[in-house]
């Protein structure tokens, strides 16, 4: 059984950082490119970063591009969203996605290529 598990969110003031981890299992991690999304109330998800199987690609919102930063350690089966220079529209539900690539520097936005979803963990920035 596939599962992903999203950790690291809290409350934090504006200008803050946390760091999210998303521990997978029951999957060929190195197989799957991985995603961050979020959806704050009243809003649709939104796509916020994704990294390829091998890390080498990364892809990212305009909205946190240059304040986040998306990792991997394909060892630990674990994907991490460091986040920095946090603002209250940074507030949201975050969630992990696996997406099995074929090739190992392919990203995808597409929150409907992605197979596998966690259950998310609350950011909430004060201002």
């Known amino acids: 059984q596939v599962q992903l598990v999203e950790s690291g969110g809290g409350l934090v003031q504006a200008g803050g950082s946390l760091r999210l981890s998303c521990a997978a299992s029951?999957?060929?991690?190195?197989?799957?490119?991985m995603g961050w999304f979020r959806q704050a109330p009243g809003k649709e998800r939104e796509f916020v970063a994704a990294i390829s199987r091998s890390g080498v690609s990364t892809d990212y919102a305009d909205s946190v591009k240059g304040r986040f930063t998306i990792s991997r350690d394909n060892a630990k089966n674990t994907v991490y969203l460091q986040m920095n220079n946090l603002k209250p529209e940074d507030t949201a539900l975050y969630y992990c996605?696996?997406?099995?690539?074929?090739?190992?520097?392919?990203?995808?936005?597409?929150?409907?290529?992605?197979?596998?979803w966690g259950r998310g963990t609350q950011v909430t920035v004060s201002s």
């Open positions: 996605a696996a997406n099995q690539r074929n090739r190992a520097t392919a990203v995808t936005r597409r929150d409907w290529e992605y197979d596998y």
């Open positions: 029951g999957l060929a991690f190195s197989s799957y490119a």
